[in-house]
């Protein structure tokens, strides 16, 4: 009977330590994503995150991944101003002028270009783009 109760602790030990080692591995995975989000490495925090996100769908340990993501996205994209004006010394109905000058910046945003025609606060802007129509 001692016997059997050993290899049922045998087994719990076993289930533990398994445990502990993906709890291990996953923080890993976090940890390294982390570190390449604070070397500036942007692109593979991106890849490391998704692949990570990919492996782990079954998991409530996401979450960490997706500020990652979100992190290494906002602090890799440089962020342009776009501003126009009319100079065009022409009487245009308001609405037109005002069609003309909503500046879209649909379709323009690339991965790491994010174009905005209304300032945001909290947001520090790198480049700056004026377009007069004359």
Known sequence: MEQHHYLILNHREKITFLFSFFVLLSSCG??????????????????????????????????EYVY????????????????????TNMII???????????????????WTVYLSNKQKGIGYDYGMAIHFR
Not at 42 to 55: E, M, P, V
């Open 30 to 63: 976090v940890k390294q994503t982390q570190n390449l989000l604070s070397s500036g490495n942007y692109d593979q925090t991106i890849d490391n995150a998704i692949s990570n996100l990919n492996i782990n769908k079954d998991k409530k340990s996401k979450q």
């Open 93 to 111: 109905p308001v609405r037109l002028q005002n069609d003309l000058l909503d500046f879209c910046t649909l379709g323009l945003n690339d991965k």
């Open 68 to 87: 990652l993501l979100d992190e290494a996205k906002f602090k890799g994209s440089d962020y342009l101003s776009v501003f126009t004006k009319n100079e």
